[in-house]
């Protein structure tokens, strides 16, 4: 898939020389095919790196994909320089009267407050809300994925014994709905994260179909709306270092932290880790841009007739 970056943006150089087809402005202005419009709500520390995984996870599909990056407000990054923010990122406020073929909503690293407590939660419901009218389809990632639950559904998380950490197994179910076409019976995918949302409490709710699940982790990935709405519970995007990345960064400062499952070799943090999930994750943003997005999706977006769920 063609994925329309500025110029400018510095992921631009990694997915070029990882050979992801990278068209430029001027290039995609002369399409004659209409750009998927895809919003990303990056709400992790580390935007770069996230843009990265992202636009990597979206290259797989001969669409052509107009990726827009949006922050909050509310929250002031710590992580990342304000001239990138201010160079590639536009506000809720900025973009909530555009329509949207696709929209993601990642994770952060805010999952042990109460979601009321989190500093740019009234805004984040906001958009939740805007979603239903002005999106397609809104992929909700890891506590993204929890977010939408909760505002949309009811279902509030609950706090893990321990962390879930590592790579995990887990199974399809439903296996005749197209954002699981091509899956394996089993597959593995990351999570790093102390909540849940309860597996039984979605299963209780018939407006939620379950997709996959793990016993060892719960929930991975469910979808309502026929698809409008779609959680996925780890975070298929992940890079193969990034939970090294994490193992390191909490042994560094003392944490409490315990290996993560299933990934180095002989459980040998000095040993290159595995990657086992890129399948997977390529599959699964593939049918969610081809099923839930491109083709449910008219030519004109600015003539779509209203979205809001019936």
């Not at 698809?227 to 298929?236: A, E, K, L």
């Not at 890129?278 to 593939?286: F, G, I, Q, V």
């Amino acid at each position: 898939m063609p994925i329309r970056v500025q110029n400018d943006l510095p992921v631009k150089e990694i997915l070029e020389s990882e050979n992801i087809f990278v068209m430029d402005e001027h290039r995609a202005t002369h399409q004659d095919i209409r750009p998927i419009q895809i919003g990303l709500l990056n709400l992790m520390p580390l935007k770069e790196e996230t843009e990265l995984q992202i636009l990597r996870a979206l290259s797989n599909t001969p669409l052509q994909v107009d990726v827009t990056f949006v922050a909050v407000s509310s929250h002031k990054a710590k992580n990342t320089s304000m001239s990138h923010l201010n160079q590639f990122y536009q506000k809720f406020d900025e973009i909530k009267d555009r329509k949207f073929d696709g929209f993601i909503i990642t994770g952060a690293p805010v999952e042990q407050m109460p979601f009321e407590e989190v500093d740019y939660w009234e805004e984040l419901t906001r958009i939740m809300d805007w979603t239903k009218t002005n999106v397609v389809s809104t992929l909700h990632l890891c506590w993204g994925a929890q977010a939408g639950m909760y505002y949309h559904y009811g279902i509030d998380k609950v706090q893990l014994d321990k962390k879930a950490f590592g790579v995990f197994w887990h199974r399809v179910l439903n296996r005749k709905i197209p954002l699981v076409r091509g899956f394996d019976d089993v597959f593995l995918a990351p999570h790093s994260r102390h909540t849940e949302t309860p597996l039984d409490k979605v299963r209780a709710d018939e407006r939620l179909t379950i997709l996959a699940e793990s016993d060892e982790v719960g929930l991975f990935m469910a979808m309502a709306q026929n698809g409008r709405q779609i959680f996925v519970m780890g975070h298929p995007e992940y890079d193969r270092v990034t939970l090294d990345g994490e193992y390191k960064r909490d042994k560094s400062k003392g944490l409490p932290i315990e290996l993560p499952k299933n990934y180095y070799k002989d459980d040998n943090p000095e040993n290159r880790p595995l990657l086992t999930w890129r399948a997977t994750a390529n599959n699964l943003y593939t049918n969610w841009l081809n099923y839930y997005v491109y083709q449910a999706t008219p030519y004109d977006l600015e003539g779509t007739p209203d979205f809001v769920w019936k």
